[in-house]
């Protein structure tokens, strides 16, 4: 069929982890705890430092910010990837398409923002202790929060715009469980290189540029820890900061190898599961790693609830 002939897209089909009928079952009763266990975790922190006085500190904020982003991320994916696990026919409008991606790439962007800002607040607590409380105050730490969500925004939508802007013609059928840039472009229907280097760039800009910013942070910290003679006081930083980096390591690895490798005009299983861990699984991580190795958190759970 000639190309004058073909029409543009209204809608499309996610073709999901998998196609047998006994495997979707399984996942959608383990998506089904991820997402149940997400939400109540993320709310749980959120409620936790709202009613605790002594939670209301710059590192709480952020975490409270984080649970919520954490809360949106899994929200904008994972209801639909249980619907469709359900449904034979598992399709998306062209609409519906575009409003996840950006969603997603709002939430997406602005924890990789927020994650990079909260580097900077243990960084500012260990190495300079003494000008803390007048370099992290209430309005700088909305401000850094602000700007999280602003760059956020920002870059997701130069990436939809871009990606939108392609011609969709002929093949419907995206090789994966949500839309996004990577899975959609393979799908256009004219050269994409173009958008690519800009997703690209836009990638080395929101992902590369806080993983930057997140080293130097912590080879300060580690700088510094080294020079502390108390066992006690190095133990109480590594556990504050350890809960962090082990979000990053999760987050960070798995964007990275996602939108800043080479493009394939195929997208293989490994490329899907890989996604699992940045779209589904750190979202419910967050919370029980920094509450299961966090004192204050613990007590203030047992004061809450009286336990």
Avoid at 18 to 30: E, G, K, N
Avoid at 118 to 146: E, F, N
Wanted: glycine fraction near 4%.
């Amino acid at each position: 069929m000639g190309k004058g002939n073909q029409t543009y897209l209204t809608e499309f089909i996610l073709l999901g982890l998998s196609s047998d009928y006994h495997t979707q079952i399984l996942m959608f009763v383990i998506f089904l705890i991820i997402y149940l266990l997400t939400v109540f975790g993320n709310l749980l922190i959120i409620l936790l430092i709202h009613t605790d006085s002594r939670l209301h500190t710059p590192m709480y904020f952020f975490l409270k910010n984080l649970s919520f982003i954490d809360l949106c991320f899994s929200t904008i994916i994972v209801p639909q990837m249980l619907f469709h696990l359900l449904v034979a026919r598992k399709t998306i409008s062209f609409t519906r398409c575009s409003i996840q991606m950006f969603s997603f790439l709002v939430a997406g962007c602005t924890e990789s923002s927020l994650l990079a800002v909260m580097s900077y607040d243990r960084y500012v607590a260990v190495c300079k202790p003494l000008h803390y409380s007048t370099l992290m105050t209430q309005r700088v730490c909305v401000q850094l929060v602000i700007w999280s969500w602003a760059s956020g925004i920002f870059v997701s939508l130069v990436d939809t715009t871009f990606t939108l802007c392609l011609s969709y013609q002929g093949q419907n059928k995206i090789n994966h469980y949500f839309c996004e840039p990577p899975a959609l472009l393979k799908l256009a229907s004219e050269e994409t290189y173009k958008v690519e280097m800009a997703i690209f760039t836009m990638g080395v800009i929101i992902l590369l540029g806080p993983v930057f910013l997140i080293l130097f942070s912590y080879s300060h910290i580690i700088s510094t820890v080294i020079q502390i003679r108390s066992g006690e006081g190095r133990l109480k930083v590594f556990s504050t900061c350890s809960s962090h980096f082990i979000v990053v390591v999760f987050f960070y690895g798995s964007t990275i190898f996602t939108y800043m490798q080479p493009s394939s005009k195929k997208m293989n299983k490994g490329d899907k599961v890989i996604s699992v861990f940045y779209s589904v699984l750190t979202s419910m991580m967050n919370p029980f790693i920094y509450s299961l190795r966090n004192k204050d958190v613990k007590e203030a759970f047992r004061k809450v609830f009286r336990i």
